[in-house]
């Protein structure tokens, strides 16, 4: 299914939107966590972001596809199921909801917790290498249930939702569980916080370049064009 084709400014919005929920929740639950003495516990910070993806894909799916995720609009254009002329939009509006949601947060909360900023635990090439593992099978995913008619089951926000939150879970100790440039890019700007994030943008952009790709490989299908539609999820 398609969209039906709102402005480019209202997509943008949505992505402007969709990503300041998913850093102001997200990375909001790492500050909180560290403020109450470990009250919200990894398990719980997980599940905030699986959740907050998910209720963000049902808010902004019909109007802008709600990738909130740089690597994720790459993705989509390698794969042929987003016009290359908007990627340049989607990035600027998810790095700015994301940089919009991360100043709110040091305006509640100070500069705690590195402003939830995403840090290997140990080698920045163990961190590299996980998330783009992690990202790539997000991306399946999400090529999955967004751009295949034949994927089982009727709610993309829940599969992807679920992905994101079990990525989170297990992945968070070791590299912070990003899987999204602009996730990182948001409370690294504001709180100032660059180490090894580079990682952060090579690790997704890889694994999600290669998931597009491969699904769109494994399809067996040539249904897109370079300069479609967006993909829906919901």
């Known amino acids: 299914m398609q969209l039906t084709s709102p402005s480019v ?10 990503t300041f929920g ?10 909180v ?5 470990g009250e919200v516990t990894n398990l719980g910070i997980g599940i905030v972001f699986g959740l907050v993806v998910a209720a963000m894909i049902y808010a902004t799916g019909h109007i802008s596809g709600a990738h909130i995720n740089p690597a994720v609009t790459l993705g989509f254009a390698l794969s042929r ?25 040091r305006a509640l909360f100070g500069d705690v917790a590195n402003m939830g900023a995403t840090l290997p635990s140990g ?8 998330e783009g593992v992690l990202t790539f099978f997000l991306m399946f995913v999400i090529m999955a249930v967004a751009t295949d008619s034949r994927a089982v089951g009727s709610s993309a926000a829940i599969a992807i939702g679920a992905t994101v ?16 440039p602009a996730r990182s890019f948001g409370p690294a700007l504001v709180g100032w916080t660059w180490l090894d994030h580079w990682a952060y943008w090579v690790g997704p952009i890889v694994g999600a370049s290669l998931a597009a790709v491969t699904y769109w490989w494994l399809r067996g299908e040539n249904s897109a064009t370079p300069d479609g539609d967006v993909d829906r999820f919901v």
């Open 165 to 180: 939150g079990l990525e989170a879970i297990f992945g968070g100790p070791v590299s912070g569980a990003s899987m999204n």
């Open 22 to 31: 998913l850093v102001f929740a997200g990375a909001g639950a790492i500050m």
């Open 123 to 130: 080698s920045v090439w163990d961190s590299l290498l996980f």
């Open 81 to 105: 199921h987003f016009p290359w002329k908007w990627v340049p939009h989607y990035w600027s509006s998810q790095l700015l909801g994301a940089s919009a949601a991360a100043l709110v947060l």
């Open 9 to 18: 400014m209202r997509r943008c919005t949505a992505e402007f939107i969709g």
């Open 33 to 37: 966590d560290f403020t109450s003495g």
